[in-house]
């Protein structure tokens, strides 16, 4: 047998279509070729000496809008090869993609929400986010849902629709640095100043706290409550994802100052003031 007629061997014969050994070996081809060629696209594209002008979540999101696409030409290109014409394909099921698209709105909408996200870069990967009051960390952004990682190290897999339909916050959106507060309550015999430079100095000795001069750490007096003094402290960190944990470290600082300095931390308290008459009257009077 000759390599022609090797090729042109029917692996399947039907009445107007056959599948050829040369078929097969050509989608084979097309297969490997794009295969082999997304990982040298994605070697290129997330290599950190790369000449793009991006950070790393906009290089790979940049990386799935190709991946997609080129898988999209790579199949309509299979198809081709085996003499599936997609024109007819796409005619003959018009009908039925009418009929689904009625049944299955909500996962069209997260598809074309996920290539809103990939082409706008508004969600990276890596951001962190609050999505129905969880804070998290996107890890992956696919067509129709993306996985992020909460605090608490749990994956949790979330419909593209929600960050483009409602409202979220992105703590990581064009900056690497946010601003978080912490409430803190003294006694009315505290001096102010004093609290103030206690605070101050906590802050600064926290490693996760920006001390530059545009985002130096700053204390606020905010108020005189019913039993404390109250102040903010308001600080820049770089740790958005793990802020809970900086909090932590700086009320357990600012505890231990307050002890070795002598400032009081009120609790609330209430005073009960009787009538003399009151306490003459006898339950009946009261009305007991």
């Known amino acids: 047998m000759t390599l022609n007629e090797f090729l042109d061997y029917k692996l399947l014969d039907l009445e107007n279509y056959q599948i050829t050994v040369f078929r097969v070996g ?22 950190p000496k790369s000449s793009l ?3 790393k979540g906009r290089r790979q999101s940049l990386y799935l809008i190709i991946n997609y696409f080129i898988w999209v030409v790579c199949i309509a290109a299979c198809l081709q090869a085996i003499g599936i014409k997609i024109t007819i394909l796409l005619a003959g099921s018009a009908a039925l993609l009418v009929g689904l698209g009625l049944g299955i709105q ?16 508004s969600v990276q990967i890596g951001d962190v ?13 696919k067509l129709r ?7 608490d190290d749990i994956i949790v897999i979330i419909p593209n629709h929600k960050f483009i339909n409602e409202n979220v916050i992105n703590w990581s959106h064009q900056q690497k640095t946010t601003r978080f507060s912490v409430d ?23 490693k996760s706290l920006i001390k530059t001069k545009e985002k130096a750490p700053v204390v606020r007096f905010t108020g005189f409550g019913d039993s404390s003094l109250n102040f903010i402290m308001l600080f820049y960190s770089s740790e958005t994802f793990h802020i809970e944990s900086v909090m932590s470290d700086l009320r357990f600082a600012v505890f231990k100052r307050f002890r070795e300095e002598g400032v009081e931390i009120p609790f609330p308290q209430r005073d009960i003031h009787f009538r003399s008459s009151d306490v003459n009257m006898t339950p009946f009077d009261r009305g007991v």
């Open 26 to 47: 050509l989608v084979a081809l097309i297969l490997t070729v794009t295969y082999v060629g997304l990982k040298i696209i994605k070697r290129a594209i997330e290599k």
């Open 53 to 55: 002008p991006f950070d």
């Open 106 to 121: 909500q996962i069209f909408n997260d598809i074309v929400s996920g290539m809103f996200l990939l082409f706008e870069g």
């Open 129 to 141: 986010m609050e999505v129905d009051g969880i804070v998290c960390q996107v890890r992956e952004i």
């Open 145 to 151: 849902t993306s996985k992020v990682k909460t605090r």
């Open 184 to 206: 803190i309550g003294v006694s009315y015999k505290s001096d102010p100043e004093q609290v103030s430079e206690i605070l101050i100095g906590v802050m600064k000795d926290h």
